[in-house]
C-alpha cells in the first residue's frame, strides 16, 4: 500500500528533527512493506520573509490531496511572535477541521521525569483537547487602545457541535482503554461555556455506560495530573485548557523531546497532522542537540491513523529502548546528536 504524505520541516530544529523522522520511516517501510509518497513543502520563517506567503488557498489545495501531514515546527525571532503560529499553525488546523488534538502523556521505562517516584505504570493517559473553537477563534476587541482606560475583549466560543464531536471520539478512545472519561474545565466560573460541555458529556454518556465518567477544574487538574496520573485514562477538555495542561503532561512524561500529538481530522474531508508537541527551539537550532524522539513517535502516530498498526508499534518499542538511554533533553554532554538517535531507532527496526 502506498501513502501519500506530506512533510513540512519548518524552522529551527523543526528540519532536523522530521529528517530523523523520515529516516525511520524508511526503515519502517522496508521492514512491513508500505510506501510513503512524500512531497516536501517549504514553509515558515524564511519562505514568509521572503515571499510573505502564509498558510495560502494554493497550499490549501495541494494539501489536502494528501493522506496526512507531517509537521515539524514553526517559529522564529526574526519574525514577529504569533504571526506564523496563527497564520500558519492554526489556519491549518481550522482550515482541515483537525478537531481533535490528542496528546498521549506516557512514561516510557527509564525516562527521566521530575515526579518524584512515579513510574510507568501509574502514568499512561491521553489528553483530547478541543482544536478549532474556544479562546482560540481569534475573535475579540480593544476599545480606547493605548489609552489608560484600554479594555481588551478576548472571546471564546463553543458549539455544540464542536463540542460533540470531540466528546464522541474521546468516549470511542475510552472505550479501546480503561473506559474511564474525565472532563477537565471550569465549570464553576466559566458558567456558560462549562454547562454546554457538561451537557454534552451528559448527553454522550448515555450511549457508552461502561465508561465511568468523572470530572476535574482545571486548577485541580494542575495539582492531580502530576501528584497521581493514574488517575486518569482519557481526559477532554477545551482548546486552551487543553493547550496548557498537556504542556504539563509533556513535563511529566520527561519533558518536550520526547512528546508527540496529532491533530485529527474526524471525518475524513482532509487530511490529519502529526507533529512533536515543541516548537522550533531557535536556541539549540543547527547543534544538533535537538531530540527526535517527539517527532518520530508522532511519525508512529501517523502510520497508526493510516492503518499500519503493527509499524506504529515497532517504531515506538524502538523509540522506547533508545530513549531510556538518553538525557530528557539532548545537549552537549549527550554523547549522541539528532542523526545518531534517529539511526540508531532506525536500525532497531530493521532488525526486528
Ligand atoms: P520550544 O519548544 O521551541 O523550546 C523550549 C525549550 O525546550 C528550549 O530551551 C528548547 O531548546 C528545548 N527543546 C524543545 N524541543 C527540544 C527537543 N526536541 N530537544 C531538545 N530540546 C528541546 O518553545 P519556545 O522556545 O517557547 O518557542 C520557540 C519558537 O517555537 C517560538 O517561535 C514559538 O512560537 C514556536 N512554537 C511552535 C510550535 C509549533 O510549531 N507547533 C509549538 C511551540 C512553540
Ligand atoms: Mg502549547
Aim: proline share 5%.
Amino acid at each position: 500500500k502506498t501513502y501519500s504524505v506530506a512533510a513540512i520541516p519548518g524552522d529551527g530544529i523543526g528540519p532536523e528533527v522530521m529528517s530523523g523522522t523520515l529516516n525511520v520511516l524508511a526503515a519502517a517501510q522496508k521492514q512491513f512493506g508500505f510506501s510513503i509518497d512524500l512531497t516536501t513543502y517549504n514553509a515558515g520563517a524564511k519562505h514568509y520573509l521572503q515571499t510573505g506567503e502564509l498558510w495560502n488557498p494554493q497550499l490549501t489545495e495541494e494539501l489536502r490531496g494528501h493522506d496526512a501531514i507531517l509537521f515539524g515546527a514553526m517559529g522564529d525571532p526574526a519574525v514577529q511572535p504569533g504571526i506564523l503560529e496563527r497564520g500558519f499553525i492554526l489556519a491549518m488546523r481550522q482550515e482541515f477541521e483537525q478537531a481533535v488534538n490528542l496528546r498521549p502523556v506516557k512514561l516510557y521505562p527509564g525516562v527521566a521525569t521530575p515526579i518524584a517516584g512515579l513510574t510507568p505504570e501509574r502514568c499512561d493517559l491521553v489528553i483530547v483537547r478541543e482544536n478549532t473553537e474556544g479562546a482560540y477563534v481569534g475573535q475579540g476587541s480593544t476599545i480606547h487602545a493605548n489609552t489608560p482606560q484600554t479594555v481588551a475583549v478576548q472571546e471564546s466560543v463553543n458549539t455544540r457541535q464542536g463540542i460533540s464531536r470531540v466528546v464522541e471520539y474521546s468516549f470511542k478512545l475510552a472505550m479501546s482503554r480503561r473506559k474511564k472519561l474525565t472532563l477537565c474545565h471550569k465549570k464553576n466560573i466559566l458558567i456558560e461555556a462549562g454547562k454546554l460541555w457538561q451537557d454534552v458529556i451528559d448527553q454522550v454518556s448515555e450511549l457508552y455506560p461502561e465508561v465511568e465518567v468523572d470530572y476535574v477544574h482545571v486548577d485541580a487538574m494542575c495539582f492531580h495530573l502530576p501528584v497521581s496520573p493514574e488517575r486518569f485514562d482519557v481526559v477532554v477538555t477545551d482548546n486552551l485548557f487543553g493547550d496548557i495542561i498537556t504542556d504539563l503532561g509533556a513535563v511529566i512524561q520527561g519533558g518536550l523531546g520526547v512528546a508527540a500529538s496529532a491533530n485529527l481530522n474526524l471525518d475524513g474531508g482532509a487530511p490529519s497532522m502529526f507533529e512533536a508537541i515543541h516548537g522550533s527551539a531557535p536556541d539549540i537550532a543547527g547543534k544538533g542537540w535537538a531530540n527526535p524522539v517527539g517527532a518520530i513517535l508522532s511519525g508512529a502516530m501517523m502510520l497508526a491513523h493510516l492503518g499500519e498498526e503493527r509499524a506504529a508499534l515497532a517504531i515506538e518499542s524502538a523509540a522506547v529502548s533508545v530513549v531510556r538511554e538518553l538525557p530528557a533533553l539532548a545537549g552537549p554532554g549527550m554523547g549522541k546528536n539528532t542523526t545518531g538517535i534517529a539511526e540508531d531507532i532506525a536500525r532497531l527496526i530493521s532488525d526486528d
